[in-house]
């Protein structure tokens, strides 16, 4: 089992950033590939971003290329998401997933086995 926590969510204005975190615990974090995705009111759950276990390779969504920036530190058992030039439709809550090895799937929210509690994401306009 491995449990996440994110965090770091919150009301921001159009253009702005923040940083949202991830901390997991449970079972060896370095083993695990990591993914954030996010889910708008009403809407289905979306891919944003993926970084392998390493942190060698990234891949996002094309909504959020060139804006956001995932990372990791294995030694603290972290992943972070970096979003910047914020616009309102990036309003959603941000849930933090895991999976054991390697995703089925990358953009797939079915490829992964664990997810976080999620953190609200609000950008006014």
């Known amino acids: 089992q491995v449990q996440l926590v994110e965090s770091g969510g919150g009301l921001v204005q159009a253009g702005g950033s923040l940083r949202l975190s991830c901390a997991a615990s449970g079972q060896t974090f370095s083993v695990h590939t990591m993914a954030w995705f996010r889910q708008a009111p009403g809407k289905e759950r979306d891919f944003v971003a993926y970084?392998?276990?390493?942190?060698?390779?990234?891949y996002y969504a094309d909504s959020v290329k060139g804006r956001f920036t995932i990372s990791r530190d294995n030694a603290k058992n972290t992943v972070w998401l970096q979003v910047n030039s914020l616009k309102p439709e990036d309003t959603a809550v941000y849930y933090c997933a895991a999976v054991f090895g390697v995703p089925s799937t990358v953009p797939a929210a079915t490829s992964y086995d664990y997810w976080g509690q999620g953190t609200q994401v609000t950008v006014s306009s």
């Open positions: 970084i392998n276990r390493s942190g060698t390779n990234t």
